[in-house]
């Protein structure tokens, strides 16, 4: 017969340790985001990726072992290279193009040009801005490797080098570079290998080379 001690509805038989135990149970419960607080949480995860999507291809360059940052030519450096391209019908390609500028104005002088860009949003950015400028016809722009790209093909090569990079590219061109072939080297030369041109000085040097320029060079040495 059951005695009047409401222990014997408890299922432990102890209403202490089963109010204790409720207690308990009340803190292990996740806590609910308010409509408000997952609309923030949205939004920062938003805004997170979206920084992450167009910051990385500018930082990325900063972990390659050469790499080719983007720095704007000046406007002296863009008229530098426009004075050195004599035949205004051939065909150019400015290797890691940035923001197109070059390519855009040799465009306008009438040349076929393409520009590699390894950045995807400097590469869409030089695109429209061709279109604004009412070159689109006359220009090409590609995410590439200007390590991959075939170079035999252009009668102009256009580079806005560093100088750690100019080594292996002396050899590249040396490979590819076709008989009429001309390298326009900015910001740095080409290492043991006379220019057949100069102009500017500083910052806004500008060197030509033609493919005899690399006949007499042995490959690989400074």
């Known amino acids: ?3 009047g001690n409401s222990d014997a509805f408890s ?19 996740k806590p609910q985001l308010t409509r408000t ?4 949480l949205t939004i920062a995860g938003t805004t997170f990726g979206l920084v992450f999507a167009v910051t990385t291809p500018f930082l990325l360059p900063a972990v390659r072992k ?10 002296n450096q863009v008229k530098n290279v426009l004075c050195l391209i004599q035949d205004k019908g051939g065909r150019l390609i400015d ?12 465009a306008k002088s009438g040349l076929r040009c393409d520009g590699v860009e390894l950045n995807p949003w400097l590469v869409l950015y030089s695109r429209l801005s061709s279109i604004r400028h009412g070159t689109h016809s006359r220009t090409s722009f590609y995410r590439s490797d200007l390590w991959t790209t075939d170079l ?11 100088d750690c990079m100019m080594q292996q590219l002396a050899d590249k061109l040396k490979h590819e570079l076709c008989e ?7 910001r740095f030369p080409l290492p ?9 000085s500083g910052i806004d040097a500008v060197w030509l080379y033609r493919k005899q320029c690399f006949n007499s060079r042995q490959l690989g040495k400074h």
């Open 1 to 3: 017969m059951m005695n």
């Open 11 to 29: 299922p432990t038989g102890c209403s202490e340790c089963d109010s204790l135990q409720s207690e308990f149970n009340k803190g292990k419960q």
């Open 37 to 40: 607080g997952k609309i923030l």
């Open 66 to 75: 050469i790499c080719l940052p983007y720095v704007p030519a000046t406007l």
């Open 95 to 106: 290797l890691g193009s940035g923001d197109g500028r070059i390519v855009i104005e040799a």
């Open 152 to 162: 035999s093909k252009y009668d102009y090569v256009v580079v806005f080098g560093v």
């Open 180 to 186: 009429e072939g001309q390298v326009i080297a900015c």
């Open 192 to 200: 043991g290998i006379k220019p057949v041109k100069t102009i500017g």
